[in-house]
């Protein structure tokens, strides 16, 4: 097991413990550092689903020049919920020979960013949208990139979280978030969805410096840390998928244009 697994194991016992006496009935959905080991079809009577195990995931966090942490609100499955870690943003029920990319809910939306971000803070600049590469290659790209991902609710949700059920979560279980937060040490925090709650919840306990780098909100930046910081709608957003991510590679080009030392960091 690598070492990002057994710590995250061993906060996940303290907050299913902690969710047990505040939702007895409550199903946790387990996240974190997204696995990078095989990826198998499992045929569960009748319904196939696409999962992955772990592997080299943690050395190859460790090992990377830039590190994305996603935070979003919770698990929507009425089924008792899965493992984020095994993720893979494949269309599940496809059957084994068929290997396509998920293009509902999340996943277009999800693999735009983790692309445009870790590219551009990698030093390749801004990718335009229409040079982006085709929903395959996202999708391999997804599944090989470092990134985390993590729900601030672990209990599963349903088709909605509101503003005041994420803030009571921020609030109840802040302190294992914000543990959970600092084991990554990611370079880039992708905030998704709660309207600024989630963003200011990374501000208030983790990077007290955050400071906005234009008016139109999308990027934040930490001196002290050299952490940048995305105040994001949901990836579940009906918008435009393209104006959406123009919007964020747009103040990411300004964030990149003033603190160019970012794209400088070493390990």
């Not at 984020?84 to 059957?95: C, F, P």
């Not at 084994?96 to 551009?120: D, F, H, M």
């Not at 600049?125 to 601030?152: H, K, Q």
Request: net charge negative; proline share 3%.
């Amino acid at each position: 097991m690598n070492r990002y697994f057994e710590r995250e194991e061993a906060l996940f016992a303290e907050w299913k413990s902690r969710l047990k006496q505040n939702e007895p009935d409550a199903d946790f959905a387990p996240d974190g550092l997204l696995y990078r080991g095989p990826i198998e079809y499992v045929d569960n009577d009748g319904f196939g689903f696409w999962a992955r195990s772990i592997g080299d995931e943690a050395n190859q966090w460790d090992s990377a020049n830039i590190r994305l942490l996603v935070l979003t609100k919770d698990l929507n499955d009425e089924d008792g919920g899965w493992d984020i870690r095994e993720e893979t943003g494949r269309l599940n029920n496809t059957g084994s020979e068929v290997i396509q990319t998920c293009r509902k809910y999340i996943y277009p939306n999800l693999t735009i960013w983790a692309y445009g971000l870790l590219n551009a803070a990698n030093g390749s600049g801004i990718t335009e949208f229409d040079m982006i590469p085709s929903w395959d290659e996202l999708r391999e790209f997804y599944e090989t990139a470092p990134i985390a991902r993590v729900n601030c609710k672990k209990s599963v949700g349903s088709s909605s979280c509101s503003n005041s059920l994420l803030n009571h979560h921020l609030q109840t279980y802040g302190d294992l978030l914000l543990q959970q937060i600092q084991m990554y040490d990611a370079d880039i925090i992708l905030c998704c969805g709660g309207s600024g709650s989630i963003k200011d919840f990374v501000k208030q306990n983790y990077l007290p410096d955050l400071q906005k780098i234009s008016e139109s909100g999308w990027v934040y930046y930490s001196l002290s840390r050299n952490k940048v910081v995305i105040d994001s709608y949901h990836p579940s957003c009906r918008y435009s998928i393209k104006s959406m991510y123009e919007d964020m590679m747009e103040d990411m080009n300004k964030f990149l244009d003033i603190y160019a030392e970012f794209l400088k960091r070493h390990r």
